[in-house]
């Protein structure tokens, strides 16, 4: 009998316009076709700016998941546009992408990221060591405002962060 072996998620920053074409298509599938968030397209200014992330997670050749970060100033990032297409849900997609946000905000300085979490997800952020700070309207919906410390990898001119979970690599 033959075993089948779950294949690896890569999260890796979008890189050329077949990446960022496909990281669009995973946004627009889950924001605008499935939740109806946005009506016509779940673009907006930060996807124009030279500092932002386009991040794809690759199951194989296929993208099935996104996520966007970008500094706000100060050591700030935000994370957002964090998307796995239905089909691949609960396959192990979402974490690492959100672990990848994390880590790749940490290794640019980053001292601390937030997000505008949708309510049904406050769990899922939860266990991977961020903190709810409140309710908020976000996008014209209910969301959660979440952050988490970013640790500064090792050999980083600043002092590192041990006091908080979740910031660790991998996924
Ligand atoms: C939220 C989302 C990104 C999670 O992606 P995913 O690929 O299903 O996540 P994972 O498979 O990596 O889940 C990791 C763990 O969290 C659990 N989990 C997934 N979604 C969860 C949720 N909403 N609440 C609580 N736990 C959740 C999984 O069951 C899994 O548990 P396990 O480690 O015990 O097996 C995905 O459901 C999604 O794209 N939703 C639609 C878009 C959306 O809501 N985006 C976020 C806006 S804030």
Redesign the pocket.
């Known amino acids: 009998m033959t075993r089948s072996v779950a294949r690896p998620v890569v999260c890796a920053i979008a890189t050329g316009e077949d990446e960022r074409a496909a990281h669009h298509r995973v946004r627009r599938a ?2 605008v076709d ?2 109806g968030v946005f009506a016509d397209d779940d673009l907006d200014s930060h996807d124009a700016r030279d500092d932002v992330l386009h991040v794809v997670a690759r199951v194989g050749e296929e993208v099935v ?1 996104t996520v966007r970060l970008f500094p706000l100033g100060d050591g700030l990032w935000q994370g957002d546009r ?3 297409l239905g089909a ?10 959100v672990r990848f946000a994390v880590a790749t905000a940490a290794a640019r300085g980053g001292r601390r990221m937030i ?4 309510p ?2 406050q ?2 952020f939860e ?1 991977l060591g961020w903190t709810a700070q409140g309710a908020e309207d976000y996008a014209g919906r209910p ?1 959660v405002f979440m952050t988490i410390r970013l640790a500064q990898p090792a050999g980083h001119d600043q002092a590192p962060v041990l006091d908080e979970p979740g910031t660790q690599l991998g996924g």
């Open positions: 889950v924001f499935e939740q998941g964090l998307a796995v691949a849900r609960t396959a192990g997609a979402g974490a690492p992408l997000a505008h979490v949708q049904a997800n769990r899922f266990r969301h």
